[in-house]
Nanobody, 129 residues
Framework: EVQLVESGGGLVQAGGSLRLSCAAS????????IGWFRQAPGKEREGVSC????????VYADSVKGRFTISADKDKNTVYLQLNSLKSEDTAIYYC??????????????????????WGRGILVTVSS
């Protein structure tokens, strides 16, 4: 059974930092692309960042470039998202998602909702101004 379990969310002041974790199980971690998505109140879910565990390549949405960093620990089957310089507009439910790498696609394709096969339940990040 595939499981993606997010942790590390919470309330933080603007300018602060958080680290989200996504613990993955039930699939071959090294062959998958793991992504972080978020959904703010009243908005559609959007891709934030993803990492391709087969080659370590990463992609970021323009809105988080330079502030967020994605990384993976293959020994722990866990992907992290470091959130720095947080803004009120970063407030959202953050979801971890996974997709078996499809060699026809790369990069920003995996920031689209339809690319992902498995989803976590999400975790709330609230940034107070």
């Amino acid at each position: 059974e595939v499981q993606l379990v997010e942790s590390g969310g919470g309330l933080v002041q603007a300018g602060g930092s958080l680290r989200l974790s996504c613990a993955a199980s039930g699939f071959r971690f090294d062959d998958y692309v793991i992504g972080w998505f978020r959904q703010a109140p009243g908005k559609e879910r959007e891709g934030v960042s993803c990492i391709n565990n087969s080659d370590g390549s990463t992609v970021y949405a323009d809105s988080v470039k330079g502030r967020f960093t994605i990384s993976a620990d293959k020994d722990k089957n866990t992907v992290y998202l470091q959130l720095n310089s947080l803004k009120s507009e970063d407030t959202a439910i953050y979801y971890c998602a996974a997709a078996d790498e499809d060699l026809r696609y790369s990069g920003s394709y995996y920031l689209t909702n339809g690319a992902m096969e498995y989803w976590g339940r999400g975790i709330l990040v609230t940034v107070s101004s």
